[in-house]
């Protein structure tokens, strides 16, 4: 069992940046590829980007790149995702996954993901 924590959302200006944390329980953090999807009101949940459980490995959304970068820090159990250069489009509410094993080229989906957190909510202003 994973349990996984966001943090680090808020409100911010356009063209502001923010650092999105997920913290996940258990000794086995280092054997799970981990995503990050957002999901605004209205819309479907929708992929941002994944990194392979080692770290060696990452995938970004045609929409996000450029922009977010994904990174995980096995010491601490975290997986991050900065964000920057915001738009008021990228509101939404945040949410991170984990994959046992994942394959970085099939974790772009939400049915690929064995837990999740519950989300942090991000707020761009324009």
């Known amino acids: 069992q994973v349990q996984l924590v966001e943090s680090g959302g808020g409100l911010v200006q356009a063209g502001g940046s923010l650092r999105l944390s997920c913290a996940a329980s258990?000794?086995?953090?280092?054997?799970?590829?981990m995503g990050w999807f957002r999901q605004a009101p209205g819309k479907e949940r929708e992929f941002v980007s994944a990194?392979?459980?080692?770290?060696?490995?990452?995938y970004n959304a045609d929409s996000v790149k450029g922009r977010f970068t994904i990174s995980r820090d096995n010491a601490k159990n975290t997986v991050y995702l900065q964000i920057n250069s915001l738009k008021p489009e990228d509101t939404a509410v945040y949410y991170c996954?984990?994959?046992?094993?994942?394959?970085?080229?099939?974790?772009?989906?939400?049915?690929?993901?064995?837990?999740w957190g519950q989300g942090t909510q991000v707020t761009v202003s324009s």
């Open positions: 258990g000794r086995t953090f280092n054997s799970y590829s």
């Open positions: 990194i392979s459980w080692s770290g060696a490995s990452t």
């Open positions: 996954a984990a994959k046992y094993r994942g394959h970085i080229a099939t974790l772009a989906t939400t049915k690929a993901y064995d837990y």
